[in-house]
């Protein structure tokens, strides 16, 4: 029985997850002088356990470019919000 019952929380985390609208912003992007694009990012879950990651995108990076068209574009010194991708 109890295992029935944690079952049935987990699936009701997972409908409210896939029914709540994703945020506008999981963080954000900076471009320093080089070029290179700063995500500056935060994940939070329903209990309200968070994490922060730091990913750096030099030009070099094969995904460099998909990067920056995700942001609609980025100039250095330009820092703008980051928006969660789409599937």
Known sequence: MRILMIAGVVIANLFLVAAAPP?????????????TISLHLRAQGLSGVFGDSVIVY?????????V????????????????????
């Not at 030099?58 to 470019?65: F, G, K, V």
């Not at 920056?68 to 991708?85: E, N």
């Open 23 to 35: 945020p506008a912003s999981i963080g954000a992007a900076t471009m320093t002088p080089d070029g």
């Open 68 to 87: 920056l068209h995700h942001l609609d574009g980025l100039k250095p010194g330009q820092t703008k919000p980051f928006p969660p991708w789409k599937n």
């Open 58 to 66: 030099r030009r070099s990076d094969p995904r460099y470019e998909q």
